[in-house]
Every structure is written in structure tokens, then in C-alpha cells.
């Protein structure tokens, strides 16, 4: 998952159907209704790739959406190296 350019996370987020759905609101001539819907969830869009942030807190930590095909990859990475902590 590291070190991947824009392009490659947007294309990885555009192959989940739900992720790309939230994006499609987002850029395609999106209405007020729409775009409301979406930012008081929490999302927000940057350089094309979609972010979530929790609206519920004052953080401004927004983090990339992941999309569901990589999320395996991802556990894997980060629990089942060598390096990992556990």
C-alpha cells in the first residue's frame, strides 16, 4: 500500500463500487443535497482521491478511504511482517 502515487490510490478507490459512488457525487455536477450529504459524513476530496474525517471531533486528521479489496492486503501489512507490533 506504500508508496503508491495519487493516480494508483484513485484507481484502487474508483474498482470499490460504493467508494466510487461517494466520488461520482463529488464530481459529477454535484447538487447542494449531495454535496451536504456527503461532507456532514465526513468526506472530503483532494487531488481526486477521496478522504474521511470524523465530523463528530475537532481533529482534522481526514484519512484515506480504503477501498474494501485492499483491506486485506492492508491487515497483512501492518499485523503479519516481521516488524509488525504483535
Not at 474508483?14 to 464530481?27: G, R, W
Not at 454535496?35 to 481526514?62: C, F, K, Q, V
Amino acid at each position: 500500500m506504500t508508496g503508491k502515487s495519487a493516480a494508483e490510490l484513485r484507481a484502487e478507490q474508483l474498482t470499490d463500487p460504493e467508494v466510487a459512488k461517494i466520488i461520482h457525487s463529488f464530481e459529477a455536477v454535484p447538487s447542494k443535497e449531495d454535496l451536504r450529504h456527503w461532507i456532514g459524513r465526513g468526506y472530503i476530496m483532494s487531488n481526486g482521491i477521496l478522504y474521511h474525517y470524523s465530523p463528530e471531533t475537532d481533529e482534522d486528521n481526514a484519512q484515506y478511504v480504503v477501498p474494501e479489496q485492499v483491506r486485506l492486503e492492508i491487515l497483512q501489512e501492518h499485523h503479519d511482517s516481521a516488524t509488525a507490533g504483535h
